[in-house]
């Protein structure tokens, strides 16, 4: 038996609440590698920018195959080269999260086997500068 419904289809509006989740998180200490309370905003944001950045793609089980830089595969390459996809790998992660709207300012310079990479990331609670290097 097919439901009828008799009359104009408005009655059948239907609406949603979105719910704003907040960033909420265990604090690393990543000096002494321990967990040390919880943070929350613009720092939280900034944790979860250097750990996805620093964490291989595919190379930890209790992470999506969507988490992660694929960092390690630019061992080796041209300085150029690793320039260009550093750049974009880095924008390509942190985007997918929906805190960080855009990835700009990157500055590099290279030093024997290390490549030092400075950028902001605008986000959604403010802006970050961030600054890491990758072993190439």
């Not at 630019?74 to 550093?86: A, D, K, N, R, T």
């Not at 310079?109 to 605008?122: D, E, L, M, R």
């Not at 403010?126 to 990758?134: H, L, P």
Request: net charge negative; aromatic share 10%; no cysteine.
């Amino acid at each position: 038996m097919i439901p009828q419904v008799n009359g104009d289809n408005d009655d059948l509006e239907i609406e949603f609440e979105e719910e704003i989740q907040t960033s909420k998180t265990n604090k690393l200490d990543l000096v002494r590698k321990r967990v040390i309370g919880y943070t929350d905003g613009l720092e939280a944001i900034e944790q979860a920018i250097y750990k996805a950045i620093g964490t291989e793609r595919y190379d930890h089980r209790i992470y999506t195959w969507n988490y992660g830089a694929e960092i390690a595969k630019l061992f080796g390459q041209p300085i150029p080269y690793v320039y260009s996809e550093l750049k974009r790998l880095i924008t390509e992660e942190l985007t997918h999260d929906d805190r960080i709207d855009v990835v700009d300012a990157f500055l590099f310079s290279n030093n024997k086997n290390k490549v030092s990479v400075s950028f902001t990331a605008h986000t959604v609670a403010g802006n970050i500068e961030i600054q890491t290097e990758v072993a190439v």
